[in-house]
């Protein structure tokens, strides 16, 4: 079945100490996003890639970064995690117009 | 100021209850998602309405846009457990730029 995957599900790491979380993608969508979400909040968009251009949300923390080498695969760097970036990122993909998101099952990232 | 408001923000109710959540915006928009997420997983699509006063319907749950194409509603008839999660309306903007509403959290207990 066509998916997105991230890896891991479950991401321990310490403060400070940098993190990757990756998503790839069976579905060819040439959009793909990266969303942070806390505990019983929506999911806030950090960026997301419109077939090559990248782009960024103006209240996305410098921290924040993210690399998409191909169409399939996309990742998230988070060069020194603090306490207040644990939460759960998801990736999510979706192709031009109206079409609707497909989402991973996430990342839940904890900061020690 | 957020892009797009939902009410209630949370909701709880017995099962067999009836149930309406709103997703509201100043803005027009050329359609609107509603997403429903369960702990632990990615939202998944329950249905994009693209016409204004449009009604789609899945099952026991009835989804309206407004006819100006600024809101939505989402009403379940007969609410059972397994409707329980965040209800998150959505919109995509600019170069599909997707931006979630609040979300209304609904337990629904049996």
């Known amino acids: 079945d066509a998916m997105v995957i991230q890896n891991p599900r479950y991401q321990v790491t310490q403060f400070g100490k940098p993190v990757t979380l990756s998503c790839s993608q069976t579905l060819n969508h040439n959009v793909m996003y990266w969303y942070q979400q806390k505990s019983s909040q929506a999911p806030k968009l950090l960026f997301h890639y419109y077939d090559k251009d990248f782009n960024n949300e103006a209240d996305t923390p410098d921290n924040f970064q993210s690399r998409r080498p191909n169409t399939s695969f996309c990742f998230l760097d988070i060069r020194s995690p603090g306490l207040g970036d644990a939460a759960m990122y998801l990736c999510?993909?979706?192709?031009?117009?109206?079409?609707?998101?497909?989402f991973g099952n996430g990342t839940r990232l904890t900061v020690t | 100021t957020q892009l797009l408001e939902q009410s209630p923000q949370f909701l709880s109710i017995q099962e067999g209850e009836n149930l309406t959540v709103y997703c509201n915006s100043s803005?027009?928009?050329?359609?609107l998602q509603w997403y429903r997420q369960e702990p632990g997983e990615g939202p998944v699509l329950l249905v994009t309405v693209v016409t204004g006063g449009e009604v789609k319907k899945l099952k026991r749950l009835t989804f309206q846009f407004g006819d100006a194409r600024k809101d939505s509603s989402l009403h379940i008839t007969a609410a059972q457990p397994g409707d329980t999660g965040l209800y998150l309306c959505?919109?995509?903007?600019?170069?599909?730029?997707?931006?979630f509403g609040p979300g209304t959290s609904l337990s629904v207990i049996p």
């Open positions: 959505a919109v995509k903007t600019s170069y599909d730029k997707v931006i």
């Open positions: 999510a993909t979706s192709r031009q117009g109206s079409s609707p998101l497909h």
């Open positions: 803005s027009v928009f050329s359609s």
